[in-house]
């Protein structure tokens, strides 16, 4: 196997990471769900304000994963890690990329003193929740999602 590196996203990335959006979005069933511009995700990571932060998983010069994140506030425990998707190209699945991926993450975390990491799982995507176990991850069913759409 290649060597995989792992590094801060960069905005050259952007294009490749939607294409990773994309592709996660299709194994999640909402591929028509996905609709921010390529422009919008540049300057959202990259511009004079970033709201996110990313790392990619990189080998034979190509983006084969990344994982995205931002701050979130907890009025009781303070600043920790939000981590909107971490995702693995599915040719790259199995082989260790996504755990490289999670560990830079944790340290990534640990440094900027952020209390936790926290994200979302789909319930029925039994290969991301094992992923997650390994970790020893927390599952709480008795939060739901609530979203407000302001088109």
Request: hydrophobic residues 40%.
């Amino acid at each position: 196997m290649p060597p995989v590196s792992i590094r801060p996203a960069q905005i050259t990335d952007c294009p490749r990471m939607l294409e990773l959006v994309q592709e996660l979005a299709t194994y999640e069933r909402a591929p028509n769900e996905v609709t921010i511009e390529i422009e919008h995700f540049m300057e959202s990571g990259f511009g004079p304000n970033p709201v996110y932060w990313a790392i990619v998983a990189e080998a034979e010069g190509q983006v084969i994963g990344f994982a995205l994140y931002y701050v979130r506030f907890s009025t009781w425990k303070g600043r920790k890690m939000y981590l909107e998707d971490i995702l693995v190209t599915e040719a790259w699945r199995g082989k260790g990329v996504g755990s490289l991926l999670m560990d830079e993450l944790i340290t990534i975390a640990r440094e900027k003193g952020f209390k936790g990491i926290t994200w979302q799982v789909l319930d029925w995507n039994e290969p991301a929740i094992n992923f997650y176990k390994r970790y020893a991850a927390k599952f709480d069913r008795e939060w739901l999602n609530v979203t407000i759409d302001t088109p």
